[in-house]
């Protein structure tokens, strides 16, 4: 009988691990997928602040009016 109990024994350790191994399977998925969403995160986040700031760019780019000098003498003469 020593050798059964025994042999229930070592199955119940193996159980638990096995349990264990999942359980710690289950862990790094979660952080793996939380570390993933953080990036995506943070990706959209830069990508709005780069997107405002080509517009904001633009915009300025748009409102400074470009300064045209005529060079002296470049006037047609009427009547010539």
């Known amino acids: 009988m020593a050798s059964s109990r025994e042999d229930r024994l070592r199955a ?3 159980f638990h691990q096995t349990l264990k191994k999942a359980h710690e399977a ?3 998925v979660s ?3 939380a570390a993933a969403r953080a990036v995506d995160e943070k ?3 830069l990508r ?3 997107l405002a ?3 904001a760019e633009a ?4 409102e400074k009016k470009p300064d045209i000098k005529k060079k002296p003498g470049t006037k047609k003469k009427i009547g010539s």
């Open 12 to 14: 119940e350790a193996q």
């Open 26 to 28: 289950k862990q790094a």
């Open 31 to 33: 952080q793996y997928e």
């Open 43 to 45: 990706t959209a986040k």
């Open 48 to 50: 709005a602040l780069r």
């Open 53 to 55: 700031k080509e517009v």
């Open 59 to 62: 915009k300025a780019a748009a």
